[in-house]
């Protein structure tokens, strides 16, 4: 019983996760990620260290925007409970 209960929880704040992750961080910009980082270095050099640049600029802010993200937290600790319970 607890043990479904706990394989239950994990899976939904998996799911959780990685809906918190698509929706804070990286969003949908897979999509047409080439061209936004070409956007942001048309006011820049074409050099190559000004392109890593940019995008490891965006790299970090979407990570903030992850941590900062109340699912990405309730995610992490459904999954720290669900793992407790297991435990039991």
Do not use: C, H, P
């Not at 043990?3 to 929706?23: E, P, R, T, W």
């Not at 640049?53 to 790299?59: L, N, S, T, W």
């Amino acid at each position: 019983m607890m043990q479904s209960i706990s394989d239950k929880l994990f899976m939904g704040s998996l799911i959780l996760l990685m809906i918190a992750v698509v929706v804070s961080g990286i969003g949908f910009q897979f999509v047409n990620w080439r061209s936004q980082v070409t956007d942001e270095l048309d006011e820049e050099t074409k050099t190559s260290s000004a392109r890593k640049k940019a995008v490891m600029d965006r790299q970090d802010k979407s990570l903030k925007r992850v941590l900062r993200s109340y699912l990405f937290w309730i995610a992490i600790a459904g999954m720290l409970v669900s793992v407790l319970l297991s435990r039991l």
